[in-house]
């Protein structure tokens, strides 16, 4: 009899683990997708909330037309804003508009940074444009882009 409910446990067993993994890759495929998983135009959705953002000379995005290597990108956005209580500028996110995950970069800002400046790095797949989005205190929308040619790609 021992025998019998050896056997029996064993078999119980093997079964509970040959599903555990199916059940686990049902769990991972109803999961929502990553917020930083979005592409270009989700982003910029995502970011102005339908609002429409409107190329300005205030807005200096500095890139290089060539990157010789795409792991690292320099990005440099200054905005010509007062920086006061009134009228500031609120944000700004650096956006990859090939990238499979667009949004680089996202910084919020208050009037005690006394000036809206970013430099940072970030990582291109490969050749396209480098989007900064910037968002002032009235609550408009700034955008400014520049293509950068890859010539080694960093990742997507």
Not at 85 to 105: E, G, M, P, Q, T
């Amino acid at each position: 009899m021992q025998r019998r409910d050896f056997f029996k446990k064993l078999g119980s067993a093997t079964a509970v683990v040959a599903t555990i993994p199916v059940m686990s890759f049902a769990a991972d495929a109803s999961k929502p997708v990553s917020p930083n998983k979005m592409s270009y135009k989700t982003a910029l959705e995502t970011i102005t909330g339908g609002k429409t953002a409107e190329k300005s000379s205030k807005v200096k995005l500095k890139v290089p037309e060539i990157a010789e290597n795409g792991a690292v990108v320099p990005v440099t956005v200054e905005v010509k804003s007062p920086m006061t209580d009134s009228d500031y500028v609120k944000a700004i996110h650096i956006l990859a508009a090939k990238n499979s995950n667009a949004r680089c970069l996202d910084v919020n800002l208050t009037p005690a940074n006394g000036k809206a400046y970013l430099a940072t790095r970030i990582k291109l797949g490969g050749t396209q444009d480098v989007v900064a989005v910037v968002e002032l205190s009235n609550g408009e929308f700034l955008i400014a882009s520049q293509s950068v040619k890859v010539t080694i790609g960093g990742c997507g």
